[in-house]
């Protein structure tokens, strides 16, 4: 019964590389979110997505980043022209409805741009 | 204001003493309240969960909700050292889209 996977667990990138981060969810689960976390921080809210739909984007920059969870495969973090800033782990969880429900995280991808 | 706030402490409690890890939420429509535990350099993980007012327990834990105060709070009954972590709390909100919106956590130490 494997639980949310993300990979990779660890990623390098130059300044102005593209970053892809990918997420499966649990099995059975439909719905998808993203955060991100800096050191000593809490969790900041960046996109929810259903399968084929982007729920709720609030949280994401409006530049170089964006997000997909497509009928098929994993959810896909984008982060085009990395920048210092990014630096951050990047955490997906996912649940098997909207609402009243519990969500379940992965392992996480630790994004680090040199 | 935050929606969601905690005490960043770092809280700190005797081995098998209680510890009370406290929230209080913003958006008074709020329906649901889950509890993680986040160790350093790990992933969150579900402790538990409350949409009613009143006390849930499970095992050593107690969650807490009381609606009315907008306030969320979890017991840890017995802490043992390997409770010492950062406990974050999330509220599902209700403006729309269901999503899940962390207070920054609480860090508890629990001396041997």
């Known amino acids: 019964n494997a639980g949310v996977m993300q990979n990779p667990r660890h990623l390098v990138r130059r300044r102005g590389q593209e970053a892809r981060l990918r997420c499966s969810p649990m099995k059975g689960h439909s719905h998808v979110y993203w955060y991100r976390q800096l050191p000593e921080e809490g969790l900041k809210f960046m996109v929810y997505l259903q399968k084929e739909n982007i729920i709720d984007e609030s949280g994401m920059p409006k530049e170089r980043f964006s997000a997909e969870f497509p009928k098929e495969g994993p959810s896909i973090l984008r982060i085009q022209q990395v920048v210092r800033g990014d630096s951050a782990a990047y955490f997906c969880?996912?649940?098997?409805?909207?609402?009243?429900?519990?969500?379940?995280f992965g392992q996480g991808t630790r994004l680090t741009v040199v | 204001q935050k929606e969601v706030e905690q005490n960043s402490g770092p809280l700190s409690v005797p081995e098998g003493a209680i510890a009370s890890l406290n929230c209080t939420y913003s958006d008074r429509g709020s329906q649901s309240f889950f509890w993680y535990r986040q160790y350093s350099g790990k992933s969150p993980e579900l402790i538990m969960f409350i949409y009613s007012n009143g006390d849930k327990e499970d095992g050593r834990f107690t969650a807490q909700l009381n609606k009315a105060s907008q306030y969320v709070s979890l017991l840890i009954r017995d802490s043992q050292p390997s409770d010492s972590a950062t406990y974050l709390c999330a509220v599902m909100g209700t403006s729309g889209t269901y999503k899940y919106i962390f207070g920054t956590g609480t860090r508890l130490k629990v001396l041997a």
């Open positions: 969880a996912s649940s098997p409805q909207r609402g009243n429900t519990e969500a379940f």
